[in-house]
């Protein structure tokens, strides 16, 4: 196992840069995530850790050794493509066997690390068919087999769950994060779904336009997103985002949102009477109330599912949405108020989108 | 109830008609009758015809006589015939692996990211574009034995002192029509390949760069075995042309010198229309179907689709 460091990495593609120097710690046995929107680049950092794009400027090291000019067989890393780039016309067990017969291992030596890693993803009863005959977890299991046969210093995983549908993508987050537990390898998994890094994750790290936004454990990004972007990103249902001016009386600051409606800021915000403000607030962080606190609003959609229920309500000149963990009989048109979690209040300054509090 | 029964009747036929119209048997050889015409008319009959010419003495302006396998005896004789054979398996073999190895690296070439791609590949389709007549005439000037463009450029570069003779001397002459042919036949090899190359996802490379597979092992254990189905094909198909191949050799050499580059087709060709024998050609042409039946099985059987490219019917 080893740990990766990125420095000042870039990435140009003939005059398009696509990554602006690119700095990231990856701890000895973490899984990091790369999240971000398609285009951000973090695919490309993936493929320059592999060794399959090269670097143009800054270092990329593992275990302590710049491997800027190592080609990728020396890495000693694995990969799990998107596509899985399975072997068509290997059966599983050659599929997963292939780098170890290249690598001149021993026959037996071969058969038990196959038969090992085919034991821990449930593959046995599949090593003697061929990468068509199996459905898509199937095929992402060989894939997977075929990285840990190799029992490599680090794994990279590129969107390695999109090509599932939804329940099966829900399940394959589960056994590869089991697997991370197990064999404690040094993991960099790329996805654009902010859910699977959350949940996968030990570190996040945000990318946006070939740089990195924000780097940290996914309930800090959560609860602390260091701009507007992150802000927006990571959580969903998303951030809501109400812009306005701060107005500070008697010692206390409050936002006036476009249509003059008042909401409470936490005391921790760094902003000046009058300075124009993003008010960023998780839908969770609302509470019903039935008095005349809180600020008046009106139900525009309820979307029950079960466990949460979702409303969708018009306040402050716009559309928020408000998360409930118990059940409510809203209808479509009716008034309820609202009262903002001030302490769980996100203040940004509305030009660079950065945090103030 | 002499009406009732004409009405009857009537009523019946056309129940019959409507029950043909609707058996899928009977529309589906409806259906196939124009095709199966053509096929009848324009493949079956020239083909069974000079099976029929083949076993009779039939010449040029007079009808024959079955004559039964007659002709065929004469050829099993006839040392010129074997030579015929000789030649054509030489050239068919020779160009054939030659147009298969050259044409495989030529498409790798062009799957790479060259400059110009676009026009490289045009170019490379040229001498398939060209008519056959057309190069041949092209290929019989460069091998001119006293106006050779080759020999000349030896010559002035001081590597000879005279000239070579191409297309007189036996074995020069079958090196010659090879190397045309060779020239002819390699961008259909090469244009087919290059389709089969790019069906071929670049991450398999991928995948198989960081298993640790040098450049020629994934051409080895990637390449090769994932284009196997095409280069059946493609081989197959180039194998067929070759081995009838008429016009290049037709045009340069006649068969000449000696007989030396006489391919069956040739041979038959001139017994048959240039000789007027129409009997002892049909025969030359008619033993050539025994080899060509052996190429498309062997395209059969390489055709038949791989285990790894069906789904989960076979186990």
């Known amino acids: 196992m080893a740990s990766v460091e990125i420095r000042g990495a870039r990435k140009s593609f003939g005059s398009t840069e696509v990554l602006h120097g690119v700095d990231i710690d990856i701890p000895n046995e973490a899984f990091v995530v790369l999240v971000g929107p398609s285009g951000c680049g973090k695919s490309t950092l993936l493929r320059m850790i592999a060794g399959l794009e090269e670097i143009t400027a800054g270092e990329i090291s593992i275990d302590g050794r710049v491997v800027n000019l190592v080609p990728p067989k020396e890495r000693d890393i694995a990969m799990v493509f998107q596509n899985y780039a399975l072997y068509p016309h290997m059966k599983v067990y050659d599929n997963m066997a292939f780098s170890l017969k290249l690598a001149k291992v021993a026959n037996g030596e071969i058969d038990r690390r196959v038969r090992e890693a085919a034991a821990v993803l449930n593959l046995d009863e599949l090593l003697d068919r061929y990468p068509r005959q199996l459905s898509g977890g199937q095929r992402q299991r060989v894939a997977m087999g075929r990285a840990i046969v190799r029992d490599p210093q680090v794994f990279l995983f590129d969107e390695p769950l999109s090509n599932l549908d939804a329940k099966l993508r829900v399940q394959m987050r589960t056994e590869i994060k089991e697997l991370h537990q197990r064999l404690r390898s040094t993991s960099v998994y790329v996805t654009h779904d902010q859910i699977e890094a959350m949940t996968m994750a030990d570190k996040i790290v945000v990318m946006r336009d070939g740089n990195v936004e924000q780097a940290g454990p996914p309930l800090e990004v959560y609860d602390r997103p260091e701009n507007t972007f992150v802000a927006t990103f990571i959580g969903s249902p998303a951030m809501n985002m109400i812009e306005g001016r701060v107005q500070v009386k008697n010692g206390a600051a409050r936002l006036q949102a476009g249509d003059g409606t008042l909401l409470p800021m936490p005391p921790t915000a760094q902003a000046r009477d009058g300075q124009p403000i993003i008010y960023g607030l998780r839908p969770e962080h609302f509470a019903l109330t039935g008095d005349s606190a809180g600020v008046q609003s009106k139900v525009a959609v309820v979307e029950p599912t079960g466990a949460e229920t979702l409303v969708v309500c018009d306040l402050a000149g716009g559309e928020v949405q408000v998360l409930f963990r118990e059940r409510h009989h809203f209808k479509p048109g009716q008034p309820i108020r609202l009262d903002p979690v001030a302490q769980e209040v996100h203040v940004f300054d509305a030009e660079s989108g950065r945090r103030l509090n | 109830m002499a009406v009732l029964s004409a009405s009857g009747r009537e009523v019946q036929q056309v129940d019959w008609r409507k029950r043909l119209l609707h058996n899928r048997t009977f529309l589906g050889l409806l259906f196939m009758l124009p095709a199966a015409a053509l096929l009848l008319t324009f493949l079956t009959f020239p083909l069974g015809y000079g099976v029929w010419i083949s076993l009779t003495d039939e010449k040029v302006g007079r009808g024959g006589a079955f004559v039964g396998l007659e002709n065929y005896g004469w050829l099993f004789e006839d040392s010129v015939f074997w030579l015929s054979v000789f030649n054509t ?87 010659s029509v090879i190397a045309a042919n060779i020239w002819r036949g390699i961008p259909f090899v090469a244009i087919t390949l290059l389709a089969g190359l790019q069906t071929i996802s670049p991450s398999l490379y991928e995948a198989a760069t960081i298993d640790g597979a040098s450049e020629w092992q994934r051409f080895r254990h990637i390449t090769l075995p994932l284009l196997t189905p095409i280069i059946a094909v493609v081989m197959t198909f180039s194998v067929l042309f070759t081995f009838t191949d008429f016009q290049l050799i037709w045009v340069m050499t006649r068969g000449g010198p000696i007989n030396a580059t006489h391919l069956m087709a040739t041979l038959s060709y001139q017994r048959a229309i240039v000789g007027g024998s129409l009997g002892e050609g049909a025969a030359i042409a008619t033993a050539m179907i025994p080899f060509l039946l052996a190429a498309i099985l062997f395209s059969y059987f390489g055709l038949q689709r791989r285990k790894w490219q069906q789904g989960g019917r076979d186990d």
């Open chain 2, 89 to 175: 398996f030489l050239y068919t073999v020779v160009a054939s692996i030659i147009k298969f190895v050259l044409g495989l690296w030529l498409a790798m070439l062009l799957n790479h990211h060259l400059p110009f791609k676009a026009f490289l590949r045009a170019i490379v389709l040229m001498p398939f574009i060209v008519p056959t007549v057309l190069s041949a005439l092209a290929f019989w000037w460069i091998y001119d034995s006293q106006d050779s463009v080759i020999s000349w450029i030896l010559i002035e570069l001081g590597l000879m002192d005279e000239t070579i003779d191409f297309l007189g001397d036996p074995w020069n002459a079958r090196w």
